[in-house]
């Protein structure tokens, strides 16, 4: 089986997530959000196909990284693909982050159609949902571009039935808003 990637596994990123994290920056886009900062992932026909088993092995390679982060492009357009390279990840003691255009209420009833959508989201720690929105962008919200984004616990969301996002990322966003407002440079 392969993935269409845009480039090949990108670690040590600091802003794709909590710690040090590898990003999979997958191929193929439909939300083509006006401001994206990928917007050459966007092509379904772009970037290249890889076989899993070499994503594999590039994961058995990596190290000092607490987790995989899938981005791009959108993964829930490769949901069987990614849903399998988090199961492998995991194996190997990585976490899980995810970057969409889809807000998780979309995934869900896009899920009541086709498993492989639950089968990956299933497999995801934290979920930073919704498109891009230029005339809501801000640069004071940590780990999303603006703030329509959320940040979100997939586990308890998902046990719950409901969104729960992450408070700690809503504090360290108030922090910054403090910052800038008061002046104070750390």
Known sequence: MQIRLAAYLQPDSIVDGEGIRTVIWTQGCPHSCPGCHNPETHDFNGGALVDLEEVYEMIDGLEGQDGITFSGGDPFMQPKECSL???????????????????????????????????????????????????????????RGSTNQRIIDVKKSLMFGKVITISKYDKAQAFSARIKHEGIYV
Not at 92 to 98: P, Q
Not at 112 to 134: A, H, P, Q
């Open 85 to 143: 390279i988090a199961k492998y990840a995991r194996s190997k003691g990585l976490n899980i982050w995810t970057y969409t255009g889809f807000t998780f209420e979309q995934l869900l009833k896009m899920s009541e159609s086709n498993e492989t959508y639950m089968d990956f989201l299933s497999e995801i720690d934290v979920l930073v949902d919704g498109k891009f929105e230029i005339d809501n962008r801000s640069f004071e919200y940590v780990f």
